[in-house]
């Protein structure tokens, strides 16, 4: 299965350090998303990354940095795709749309964009948001992801426990945020993550 990583929403040095030390081919993508951060400190920050992951880097705001940096391209949160859609967002045909998010089956079934994947979440109870529980039945999930016209990546409580229950459901990969960031030891949670998923062909 692919391995998709989120940034931490307000690490800055330590997450650094911690991409750093990681080998250019644990993550199959490094989701760069700073919520409040400034088109210049987000262009910073890719210019500290090491080049491997920089140019595995999914940016979630300031877009026109794909345009200037050497990054995979970019990602619609369900409110952007929705001006995206309505030609309310501004971008140019130099920006690579790489991936979206869906918080339900029917937008994501009738969701007509070309991507590369998508996510779906919550799967499972959330570990860094309070109260973000699952909102899927697994027995249906199951009966509908392998359908999907699209690679469909799970996000929301994603850790070592349940790596296979995606793989059974039919996901093409998982994502992590709390699993990794709030753990005592992100870098180690990061390979244990990953010698998981390699278990595991993506579906």
């Known amino acids: ?45 890719l210019g500290k990354l090491p080049r491997w992951i920089r140019e595995k880097t999914v940016l979630h705001q300031s877009f026109h940095l794909s345009s200037e940096i050497p990054v995979k ?10 001006k995206f859609l309505n030609n ?3 971008i140019s045909d130099q920006m690579q749309l790489v991936s979206s998010s869906y918080h339900s089956l029917l937008h994501l079934l009738g969701d ?20 973000y529980g699952s909102a899927f039945d697994f027995s249906h999930l199951k009966g509908v992801i392998p359908k999907v ?26 994502g992590a945020l709390g699993s990794v960031w709030l753990s005592p030891n ?3 949670a990061i390979h244990a993550l990953k010698s998981q998923t390699d278990q595991y062909q993506p579906c």
């Not at 940034?7 to 080998?23: A, V, W």
């Not at 391209?73 to 929705?82: D, F, P, Q, Y």
């Open 1 to 45: 299965m692919k391995l998709f990583l989120f940034s931490h929403p307000l690490l800055k040095e330590k997450e650094l350090d911690i991409l750093s030390n990681l080998e250019d081919n644990v993550l199959d993508a490094f989701h760069l998303r700073k919520p409040g951060w400034t088109a210049i400190e987000l262009e910073k920050f």
């Open 73 to 82: 391209g970019i990602h619609l949160t369900e409110k952007n795709r929705a």
């Open 149 to 174: 016209k699209k690679n469909v990546v799970a996000l929301g409580g994603i850790d070592t426990t349940n790596i296979r229950i995606c793989q059974d459901i039919g996901f093409y990969g998982v």
């Open 186 to 188: 992100p870098l180690a």
């Open 88 to 90: 309310q967002l501004d």
């Open 112 to 131: 007509k964009l070309t991507l590369e994947y998508a996510f779906l979440s919550p799967i499972f109870d959330s570990i860094s948001k309070a109260n």
